[in-house]
């Protein structure tokens, strides 16, 4: 079994390789990699409630233009990552476009990989 520490850097490289990069690139191939297929995600955007499916979530991804494409800044941070036996919750910030996202993503290692289950967002701007 890995240590908490192995998980914990298992997960920041699915945050920064998978995660931040496909947001940023608009790469649906990358955030497949890190998503389990049943992720929901809630919260609030610009104070209005925010509630969708990861398909629903991901088309919106592939019809906007990327950070990357866009010119505009992106950065993606992990403030932090708490880990035990095969569960994982990860809090991060997201700053892209007008938006300042807060988000916490629950994780579930499946088949030896550490995936999102669960998206929480809240945009603070």
Partial sequence: METNDQSKAAIEQ???????????????????????????LFGDVKGQPYAKTLDVYLDG??????????????NGKIISVKAVNSIAVAEVQVKMYDYNYHE??????????????????????
């Fill in 104 to 125: 916490f993503l629950s994780f579930h290692k499946l088949d030896g990989k550490w995936l999102i289950v669960n998206k929480m967002i809240s945009d603070t701007n």
């Fill in 14 to 40: 699915a945050l920064e390789n998978y995660y931040f990069k496909g947001i940023y690139e608009g790469n649906l191939d990358l955030l497949n990699q890190v998503m389990n297929a049943g992720t929901l």
């Fill in 61 to 74: 991804v592939k019809n906007r233009v990327s950070p990357k494409d866009s010119g505009k800044p992106f």
